[in-house]
């Protein structure tokens, strides 16, 4: 029979199903033990980076509804708030599935949450045409509101443009 370690490089999947039957058979001196700690790991690696993918999205989805949605013209309006909505709507339900089947991601959603507004905040900017220093330093959005399928974020005035604040 091919060494387990042979298997990995050659037959990932065949590697895998392997590796489960040595488990479930508790035949634990077979197991490849090197490459099971680095696919773990890895697993977990890519739960979290789904979900701070997920959260970039729809936290520049949310600040472009916030700083830009109101600036745009009415017919535009209807395409962007449609499209974003969609998108604003489509995140949240990944997320939450997403924290449905990796609860051990809710304990570091708070510093996932802080590394995904960056990316989101300069995602805005380059989409907004807007200036970075437009959205505010932090997320000045609760974990609450992020989740809540009702919540969208008022418009910020101090984005409309010097013409627009009068109307």
Same mark, same amino acid.
């Given at each position: 029979?091919?060494? %387990?370690?042979?298997? +990995?490089?050659?037959? @990932?999947?065949?590697?895998?199903?392997?590796?489960?039957e040595?488990?479930?058979?508790?035949?634990?001196? #077979?197991?490849? =033990?090197?490459?099971? =700690?680095a #696919? %773990?790991?890895d697993?977990?690696?890519?739960? /979290?980076?789904?979900l #701070?993918n997920?959260?970039?999205?729809l %936290?520049?989805?949310? %600040?472009?509804w916030?700083?830009? @949605?109101?600036?745009?013209?009415? /017919?535009?309006?209807?395409?962007?708030?449609?499209?974003?909505?969609?998108t604003?709507?489509?995140? /949240?339900?990944?997320?939450?599935?997403?924290?449905?089947?990796?609860?051990?991601?809710?304990?570091?959603?708070?510093? =996932?949450?802080?590394?995904?507004?960056?990316?989101?905040?300069?995602?805005?900017s380059?989409?907004?045409?807007l200036?970075l220093?437009?959205?505010?330093s932090?997320?000045? +959005?609760?974990?609450?509101?992020?989740?809540?399928?009702?919540? @969208?974020?008022?418009?910020?005035?101090?984005?409309?443009?010097p013409d627009?604040?009068?109307k």
């Amino acid at each position: 029979m091919i060494e %387990l370690n042979t298997l +990995y490089h050659a037959d @990932y999947p065949a590697w895998a199903q392997r590796t489960a039957e040595l488990l479930r058979s508790g035949c634990y001196a #077979e197991l490849d =033990i090197e490459h099971l =700690i680095a #696919e %773990l790991t890895d697993m977990g690696k890519s739960e /979290r980076d789904e979900l #701070e993918n997920r959260l970039v999205i729809l %936290l520049a989805h949310l %600040l472009k509804w916030q700083y830009q @949605y109101q600036t745009l013209s009415e /017919r535009w309006r209807e395409c962007k708030g449609d499209s974003w909505r969609a998108t604003i709507i489509a995140q /949240r339900e990944r997320i939450q599935k997403r924290l449905k089947k990796s609860p051990g991601l809710k304990s570091q959603f708070a510093a =996932i949450l802080t590394e995904a507004y960056a990316d989101a905040t300069q995602l805005a900017s380059k989409e907004t045409h807007l200036a970075l220093t437009t959205f505010p330093s932090t997320c000045p +959005y609760s974990p609450t509101q992020l989740l809540d399928e009702e919540y @969208y974020p008022a418009a910020s005035h101090d984005s409309l443009m010097p013409d627009q604040t009068s109307k």
